[in-house]
């Protein structure tokens, strides 16, 4: 392959635009958008002439059978990832696939299994993973800044008026909070201290059995916790902490895209630790796509920043999860 990657991106919504515009501004990176598809080529078509994009596809199979484009972005909602990552790898795609991953670990497993037994490319995107205030946050816990972890505490939730026809509260799309929201502080907590050995929740459901507020607590056979939160009807400050022996590393609010995070030490004063002022009017999802960009000129099949074994452990999490709190959708039947 060139240096250069080129992107397809797979459907329109809020979240593709967002993304989009970051990887447009990559201009230096290599990385080019040629084509896009949604279910209506109407929107497709909106989509290109917003962005400048060459090529507008109505269909999903038009897209990943277009020859120009080197890895799909796929952006639907977490029900349909299992089926349009699949298309595309299908089609020898290389994959970037918004998060919650699927919407279950046997999903999440078959695309995993496909991704390897067609040789390509395939990342959750993670996108906090990938950012570099938790990249450096990662690192201090590593070099033992705050001496051997003890709790994490985590939390992502806002208050909506969402009403019984909202894909929020759709189970067959994969509604509630877990997977849209709660997906962020498990996997915080599971890249700090892996996948836990214990699963407890609680939660409050909808009439239509999606999960509206959900706490969690992990434990691990180190003695180490984390307390995690979630909410589609209350706002949480979306702020984490991580406590060690030594000390604690806080992250006031945002702690999914940090601008800061605080370590206190032990006989130390607090230390504010922050990146700099960072690109501006970029969302932070540039960071993801450099390192899919990166690795597929380098010619690997997964990152080392988002492996694909930790996004199968986040799965088993948030399957576990559900099932604590009684939650389960359509696709949970189909084998």
């Known amino acids: 392959m060139s240096g250069t990657v080129r992107w397809g991106v797979l459907a329109t919504g809020g979240i593709?635009?967002?993304?989009?515009?970051?990887?447009?501004?990559?201009?230096?990176?290599?990385?080019?958008?040629?084509?896009?598809?949604?279910?209506?080529?109407?929107?497709?078509?909106?989509?290109?002439?917003?962005?400048?994009?060459?090529?507008?596809?109505?269909?999903?199979?038009?897209?990943?059978?277009?020859?120009?484009?080197?890895?799909?972005?796929?952006?639907?909602?977490?029900?349909?990832?299992?089926?349009?990552?699949?298309?595309?790898?299908e089609a020898g795609k290389h994959v970037l696939c918004e998060k919650a991953f699927t919407i279950n670990a046997r999903e999440a497993?078959?695309?995993?299994?496909?991704?390897?037994?067609?040789?390509?490319?395939?990342?959750?995107?993670?996108?906090?993973?990938c950012n570099p205030l938790i990249r450096r946050m990662t690192e201090l816990v590593r070099d033992g800044a705050i001496g051997e972890i003890r709790t994490v505490q985590a939390d992502f939730g806002f208050a909506g008026t969402f009403g019984a026809d909202h894909r929020l509260r759709d189970p067959a799309l994969g509604g509630g909070a877990l997977l849209d929201l709660g997906v962020y502080p498990v996997s915080f907590a599971q890249l700090l201290l892996g996948e836990p050995d214990r699963v407890q929740a609680e939660a409050l459901l909808s009439p239509e059995g999606a999960d509206l507020n959900t706490g969690i607590l992990l434990g691990w056979d180190s003695g180490a916790t984390a307390l995690l939160a979630c909410s589609i009807v209350g706002n949480l400050q979306t702020s984490a902490s991580v406590t060690g022996t030594a000390g604690r590393i806080d992250f006031p609010q945002g702690f999914f895209y940090p601008e800061h995070f605080v370590l206190h030490r032990h006989d130390h004063e607090p230390e504010t630790i922050t990146t700099g002022s960072g690109p501006q009017g970029l969302s932070g999802m540039q960071y993801e796509a450099a390192e899919v960009n990166r690795a597929i000129l380098a010619g690997e099949k997964e990152s080392p920043l988002v492996p694909l074994e930790g996004s199968l452990a986040v799965m088993r999490t948030l399957d576990a999860v559900r099932d604590r709190i009684g939650v389960r959708y359509p696709a949970d039947d189909r084998a």
């Open 109 to 129: 497993r078959e695309l995993v299994d496909l991704a390897r037994e067609r040789g390509l490319f395939l990342m959750e995107a993670m996108w906090t993973y």
């Open 16 to 89: 593709a635009a967002t993304f989009t515009a970051d990887l447009l501004a990559m201009k230096e990176s290599g990385a080019e958008v040629v084509a896009v598809a949604s279910r209506t080529e109407a929107s497709a078509k909106a989509f290109a002439e917003r962005f400048g994009i060459e090529r507008a596809y109505g269909s999903w199979a038009e897209l990943v059978a277009d020859d120009t484009v080197d890895v799909v972005y796929i952006a639907t909602p977490h029900s349909a990832h299992r089926e349009a990552a699949g298309l595309a790898l």
